[in-house]
């Protein structure tokens, strides 16, 4: 089951699901306006939203103005996003000339969630000196999940799977990483693919917990990366497990994978440019890629064996903000 | 003018306004049922709510229930801690034994802010073994503040002041500090105390982005520090500027000042356990005090000149989970 949000005017949005072709759509409308209230009475919700997931299968529904999508969640309680790549850990440590994070348990830190970017808003930022930087992540969105929830446990709370481009400032992010405290101002919105599915709907692709496809990446048109997320060190169930080690998980909460990341990198490339720069470094001594100006587009897009894209694409440009 | 959730079965609760001596209270409805949603469009209900004011300083209202309050706040969808009192940060670095932080910006991290536990609430964990410990602190909270906006202009968004205890789990907090990630597992909900105040109620009390009054804390009915919030290196205006560098605040951001601390600990005392503890390595080599226990209690409130509780008091009890 693919679902998504529409705008309209609310600051939740409207629920829609959409068929698997992700062309038509049908509204919810009743109990379930936005997909946040459906998270909240998830069990209820299902029930009715595969009811017009059916419908849709059988031909019902209208087509879909990609126009008026935003991310499956504008916003959210919670987010948290871990590091859970072992290759991208890796090549930071180069990028940020820092020493290895020596830690049993996944990396995570809290992220803002108020604001969730649509799949083709365009995306404002102060500065092109700050180190403009895209990162291809999966996440995962759970159910209410209760403090002390075992990650074999954690696995049946995961409702809905999603496509994240965790957008980063990196001439900011060593300064705050060398506080402890994590992220601020290195990290500003992340932006959501138009299509929430539920994890049956990937088949065998959702897999120990891992996402295993492909995420392809353009930058200004020319292909950057094609890294799959089956090499997570830690399944997105480890990772909720984390999460709620000594807190409740609010329904709602969306728990990111990290970039994606491959060892065989010189044959899949990259999900951020920070990567290619220290693959760059190793390779030259130095970094050869700037990182994003004004105008510069990205595209992501998790790809099915067959071709078919389930979370659709984030097709995005960058822009100056405007006071 | 001073405002407080009460208890009503809603997610957000009902937002009411209380007399001055925080005796009294009349329910608010009408367009604005929770704080959150008056937050949203603050100009125009500040002025149905000082409108209230009135009436309850005229003598309407209804006797208050201290039980039936909840945080001011019951949830948000912002909670940036920062780390202001620079006596605080260097007891902690005795306490972590971590290097000095250098950063000429203020420190701050990103909590969770879907649950703030009401102020008489008893609060679970999972472990006396984490090293549950309480911190003292003053926050404020803002309208939606556009990014880019400076630490002057900041001062003008600040629409309400709390205060606030940020629990915390002392053993788990240096390994995940060390990841540069900041804080998952170390930091649960926090509290807040029943009643959020606007700045010019607190008369002089409130200068230059500082809350100037003795945050009084007792442990188990033994005082415990009465440290001062005017020592803050950087005012509430700045860590607002800090935040909205690179985003939008939303409506209803709670920023908090860290730990209140002042440099003569030693006739003060403090706001948490683990600086105190750091005091008596410096004194005597090793740590003295243990940190909190299921069953103990911890009392937070800050006092005006004349005795008068603007934000009434925290009073709650350690418990373990039950699942």
């Excluded at 830690?103 to 404002?124: A, E, N």
């Excluded at 088949?203 to 496809?213: E, K, N, S, T």
């Excluded at 990290?258 to 990567?275: H, R």
Aim: proline residues 6%.
């Amino acid at each position: 089951m693919r679902l998504a949000t529409r705008a309209n005017g609310a600051p939740d949005g409207e629920l829609i699901v959409v068929s698997e072709d992700g062309a038509r759509a049908v509204a919810v409308g009743g109990r379930w306006l936005s997909l946040l209230q459906a998270l909240g009475d998830w069990s209820a919700a299902e029930v009715d939203l595969r009811n017009l997931a059916t419908r849709l299968a059988a031909g019902q529904g209208e087509p879909i103005d990609p126009g008026s999508l935003r991310a499956p969640l504008p916003r959210s309680w919670q987010w948290l996003d871990g590091s859970a790549f072992q290759t991208h850990a890796d090549l930071m440590q180069v990028a940020f000339q820092t020493d290895s994070i020596r830690s049993d348990k996944p990396l995570m830190y809290q992220g803002l969630s108020d604001r969730f970017y649509g799949p083709f808003d365009p995306v404002p930022f102060r500065s092109e000196a700050d180190g403009i930087d895209f990162e291809g992540e999966f996440g995962v969105i759970v159910d209410a999940v209760p403090m002390g929830t075992n990650a074999a446990e954690a696995m049946s709370y995961i409702r809905l799977i999603v496509q994240i481009n965790d957008w980063s400032l990196r001439n900011l992010a060593v300064a705050e990483m060398k506080t402890g405290f994590g992220w601020i101002q290195a990290k500003p919105p992340c932006s959501m693919a138009p299509f929430a599915v539920t994890p049956d709907s990937l088949g065998a692709a959702w897999h120990d917990g891992r996402v295993c496809l492909d995420l392809v990446i353009d930058w200004n048109e020319k292909r950057f990366g094609s890294a799959n997320g089956r090499e997570m060190g830690f399944g997105f169930h480890e990772l909720v497990a984390h999460a709620a080690a000594t807190r409740d998980l609010v329904a709602g909460t969306i728990i990111g994978s990290g970039t994606v990341a491959n060892a065989d990198y010189a044959k899949v490339g990259s999900s951020c440019i920070a990567e290619r720069r220290a693959i760059e470094v190793i390779a030259d001594g130095r970094p050869g890629t700037g990182f994003m100006a004004f105008g510069d587009r990205v595209r992501i897009q998790a790809q099915m064996p067959n071709g078919e894209q389930p979370f659709g694409a984030i097709a995005q440009k960058v822009v100056p903000i405007s006071r």
